[in-house]
């Protein structure tokens, strides 16, 4: 086995230990108030920080590319209440067409 498996395996085998643990720590429960409100703020702060390196990282700076447009349409697709995946296959249409004219 590679050390690259060695990496993906112990990596996976800590993320099962780490999503079992709040269900075996806290059992049917409920979380305190505070705590609560931190859990509820997680995901949307996830996926921000995704896509915002996703939309201006790479080559160790910030780059700006038609990735930045596409997200943009998304977001206003959002704002106008769109579902999710219309606001998807609307930032995938903007960033090709940029590519395409650019």
């Given at each position: 086995?590679?050390?690259v498996?060695?990496?993906?395996?112990?990596?996976?085998?800590?993320?099962?230990?780490?999503?079992?643990?709040?269900?075996v720590?806290?059992?049917?429960?409920?979380?305190?108030?505070?705590?609560?409100?931190?859990?509820?703020?997680?995901?949307p702060?996830?996926?921000?920080?995704?896509?915002?390196?996703?939309?201006?990282?790479?080559?160790?700076?910030?780059?700006?590319?038609?990735?930045?447009?596409g997200?943009?349409?998304?977001?206003?697709?959002?704002?106008?209440?769109?579902?999710?995946?219309?606001?998807?296959?609307i930032?995938?249409l903007?960033?090709?067409l940029?590519?395409?004219?650019?």
């Open positions: 086995m590679t050390d498996w060695i990496v993906v395996v112990a990596v996976g085998l800590a993320t099962v230990l780490f999503k079992a643990a709040g269900p720590l806290v059992g049917r429960r409920p979380l305190p108030r505070r705590w609560q409100s931190v859990v509820d703020l997680l995901a702060v996830m996926l921000t920080a995704l896509v915002v390196t996703q939309t201006f990282g790479g080559d160790g700076g910030v780059t700006v590319d038609a990735r930045l447009p997200v943009a349409a998304a977001a206003i697709a959002i704002w106008r209440k769109a579902p999710i995946i219309v606001a998807m296959v930032a995938g903007v960033t090709a940029v590519r395409v004219v650019v």
